[in-house]
């Protein structure tokens, strides 16, 4: 049973689509990457998908009792304001300092409760900000750009540590992101989206498929082979024939269970 199945969504604003006919699923502990160019409507679906933004057709579908946990792209705290990461976690309700610790630990960085949020580098808040979001236990982690503003090297350890966070709680992982040579070789699964999901499949499959060729051009084959890794699991994918990349059928229907379900009907 999938975590999370998006059918058919279409979302629109002031007149202007921004998503058409937009269709995927995420499996349990499985990482799912979106990539597209900037307003393909990245951040459009994650908002549609956490209930934020109202799709003006189609359906998203959580399983039954679905834990979400969301990394922002960005979140400003007053500079000013005396808050230390401890304090920050237990906002706005208070956290056993046990789980506090280990969310921290899951997120890579154990050592930063006592440190204030004032002196955290971009990478450093990053982590807290993921620490936040594995909090409750979460079932899938969702990140919006959560590695915007950091450094290359930065990012890598950043989805590296997604990576062990996916191996040590079996979260499934939907993240968005415009770092393509570093996030690709992190990924399960990618889907290349501009305003409509134009393929998906294997990040190797993904990179020599003619749709995201057009899109991003064929640079990132190197830095692929170079981040490439092999996962220890297997997912299956009934979007792609096996080896083959093949643009997404969107009149391609995804069967659902009795699961809780938003439906909208087309305007």
Do not use: W
Not at 10 to 17: E, L, P
Not at 84 to 95: I, K, N, S, T
């Amino acid at each position: 049973m999938s975590l999370l199945q998006v059918e058919q969504l279409s979302v629109r604003y002031a007149g202007r689509t921004a998503l058409s006919n937009v269709s995927l699923r995420v499996e349990p502990s499985e990482i799912v990457t979106i990539v597209g160019p900037n307003g393909s409507g990245k951040t459009s679906l994650l908002r549609a998908i956490i209930g934020a933004v109202r799709p003006s057709a189609g359906r998203v579908t959580r399983s039954r009792g679905l834990k979400i946990g969301y990394v922002p792209q960005r979140l400003h705290i007053d500079p000013t304001l005396p808050m230390d990461v401890a304090r920050f976690l237990q906002l706005p309700r208070r956290v056993n300092d046990k789980l506090i610790e280990k969310a921290l630990s899951d997120a890579g960085v154990p050592d930063l409760s006592s440190r204030q949020m004032s002196q955290l580098s971009g990478g450093q808040f990053q982590r807290v900000l993921l620490a936040r979001a594995l909090l409750g236990g979460p079932d899938v982690l969702l990140l919006d750009e959560a590695t915007q503003g950091l450094d290359q090297q930065g990012s890598a350890a950043f989805y590296q540590q997604i990576e062990k966070v996916r191996n040590n709680t079996e979260c499934a992982v939907l993240m968005i992101s415009h770092e393509l040579h570093v996030v690709m070789s992190a990924s399960d699964r990618v889907i290349c989206l501009n305003g409509h999901v134009c393929c998906q499949g294997t990040p190797a499959v993904v990179a020599s498929a003619p749709e995201y060729r057009a899109l991003f051009g064929s640079g990132t084959h190197g830095a692929l082979a170079l981040y490439r890794h092999e996962h220890d699991h297997h997912h299956h994918d009934d979007h792609l024939n096996e080896g083959e990349a093949t643009p997404h059928d969107q009149n391609h229907a995804h069967p659902h269970g009795p699961d809780t379900q938003q439906n909208y009907p087309p305007q």
